[in-house]
């Protein structure tokens, strides 16, 4: 990989490269060179970002966004620049790959150690949110067209459920029944947008517990990463999806279904984080319709893991046969369990907004 890092601008010579974190998408790895310099180095995944140029774009007007809110170099992430003053490379085999500094002393936790955690998620993205206000939104690129649009998400499923392109269409009845009798609610946050009752804003899309950057001692928020999906969205979505991943009770890939389930005590204290540093900018409504993104980005995520598995694993990382069908059914089984506290979810809402 040596001609690839000798083309970034970096400080020193690198001596090590080893793969490096867990996400599903692109390929990352940590560089460190002989001055003790390290650097993140990521393989940008093209099949999935179809223009990465675009993506790039983003990602580097939105770095320097946050950088002028907040100079810290820990608090945001930056771009370092390749020989040519350019933001990524493509290789001779047409990968693309970009290069990041390391925030050091920070850590991402796949999995939360105390309700603490969700609380300081919610911290993160609710300063990301906050931080990106005033970002103009129509300069950015969108990077996957209907990214959380959960009805086309739908439409793809029903495309892989006629196709069987990896003929598995046989093994996954019930869980096909459980998806396509929620397919009726899974318009109601988009609707509720078309129709301007909720606003778009420039929202991170993936808001994964293991996007959040912390500080290894304090456990506070650094920053917020894999900032590839940027794009004009919900704010339900934004939370939606970090409920879903950092208040279940088990990791998305859990094989023992029992283990699932939602943790009212981290629901409460990520939407106390959240909505303590940016309920203000909010409308009524989205707050009110928060449970709802946390519902449905559940549901969709169920929809896009079983629509992976029937096309035979084409889009998400896997690392064993049935991957994403584990992904699907942990997602349904914590739909369901949201459908059983739903009353509570919208009460707790309530409750913080009143504090
Ligand atoms: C992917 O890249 P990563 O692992 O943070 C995916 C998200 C899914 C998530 C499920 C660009 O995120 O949308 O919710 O996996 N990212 C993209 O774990 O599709
Ligand atoms: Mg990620």
Redesign the pocket.
Request: glycine share 6%; charged share 30%.
């Given at each position: 990989m040596k001609h690839l890092y000798q083309q970034f601008c970096l400080d020193g010579l690198p001596i090590a490269c080893t793969p490096f974190g867990?996400?599903?998408?692109?390929h990352t790895f940590l560089v460190v060179t002989n001055r003790a310099r390290l650097y993140i180095l990521q393989e940008i995944?093209s099949h999935?970002?179809k223009d990465v140029p675009g993506l790039m774009d983003n990602l580097t007007a939105v770095c320097a966004h946050l950088r002028r809110k907040d100079n810290d170099p820990r608090h945001s992430l930056s771009v370092v620049p390749t020989l040519d003053g350019r933001s990524f490379i493509t290789g001779e085999d047409g990968r693309f790959w970009r290069m990041l500094d390391y925030v050091l002393d920070g850590i991402c936790l796949d999995a939360p150690e105390s309700a603490d955690d969700l609380y300081q998620s919610g911290v993160a993205f609710g300063m990301f949110q906050n931080q990106l206000a005033d970002f103009p939104a129509e300069t950015l690129h969108e990077?996957?067209p209907h990214?959380h649009d959960t009805p086309d998400r739908y439409r793809q499923l029903r495309e892989a459920i006629c196709a069987d392109r990896a003929g598995r269409l046989h093994e996954v009845g019930p869980e096909i029944d459980a998806l396509l009798s929620r397919e009726d609610e899974a318009g109601f946050l988009t609707a509720l947008c078309q129709s301007g009752e909720l606003p778009l804003r420039v929202t991170h899309?993936?808001t994964?517990l293991?996007?959040v950057m912390l500080d290894a001692a304090t456990k506070t928020p650094l920053c917020v990463m894999?900032l590839?999906?940027v794009m004009p969205g919900l704010v339900a979505h934004d939370f939606g999806?970090a409920i879903?991943?950092g208040a279940s009770t088990a990791a998305?890939d859990e094989t023992d279904l029992d283990k699932v389930s939602l943790s009212i005590e981290r629901y409460q204290a990520f939407t106390s984080g959240f909505l303590t540093t940016c309920g203000k900018r909010l409308t009524a409504r989205e707050i009110e319709t928060l449970p709802w993104g946390a519902r449905l980005?559940t549901l969709?995520?169920a929809v896009?893991?079983m629509t992976d598995y029937l096309n035979g694993d084409m889009?998400?990382?896997i690392s064993r046969p049935t991957h994403n069908l584990d992904?699907c059914r942990t997602q349904l089984r914590l739909v369901k369990d949201m459908e059983q506290k739903w009353d509570e979810m919208n009460a707790i809402v309530q409750e913080i907004l009143a504090e």
């Open positions: 867990g996400g599903h998408i692109n995944n999935v970002f990077t996957i990214f899309n993936d994964k293991n996007n894999d590839d999906t999806d879903r991943f998305e980005m969709e995520n896009r893991f889009y998400f990382h992904r």
